[in-house]
């Protein structure tokens, strides 16, 4: 029997997995906030220590995710669990990007740069 389009089969296989293996998952709580400086995203997974956060940036794609950490045959294996994962927009400074855990949230600051206001030129014409 066919399963309907909505939920790919690669996110039924790991919501299987993750429900067969101690439990289940922590539902993450995510907030985006714009400010007139930078975004920030705040993240609250229930159950995750700061130690199992990550933030990576890989080629201009912002990647945030906790482990999982599953008990196989005596040893703990980190399993990735994806929060975040979007392209950085132009107009953020990939450099100074930040991350703070405090509280049980996790932050990630993300401050804009000189093209926030947008690129502005008088384009001379050639005659």
């Known amino acids: ?9 690669e996110i039924l296989q790991s919501i299987d997995i993750a429900n067969t293996l101690q439990g289940g998952i922590s539902e993450p ?3 985006l906030s714009r400010f007139s400086h930078a975004r920030q995203i705040e993240l609250r ?6 130690d199992q956060m990550h933030v990576k940036i890989n080629n201009n794609q912002l990647l ?3 482990e999982h ?3 196989i045959g005596g040893q703990v294996v980190p399993v990735p669990h ?3 994962n979007k392209p950085i927009p ?5 450099n100074r990007i930040k991350a703070t855990y405090e509280e049980n949230v996790l932050r990630v600051h993300l401050p804009y740069n000189e093209l926030a206001n947008g690129f502005h030129r008088e ?3 050639e005659r």
């Not at 029997?1 to 089969?9: E, H, K, L, T, V």
């Not at 997974?45 to 700061?50: E, I, N, R, W, Y």
């Open 123 to 125: 384009i001379p014409i």
């Open 29 to 31: 709580a995510i907030k």
């Open 90 to 94: 132009y107009f953020i400074d990939a």
């Open 45 to 50: 997974v229930p159950g995750v220590m700061s």
């Open 69 to 71: 950490r599953i008990e």
């Open 82 to 84: 994806v929060v975040y």
């Open 64 to 66: 945030v995710y906790y």
């Open 1 to 9: 029997m066919r399963r309907a389009g909505f939920i790919s089969q």
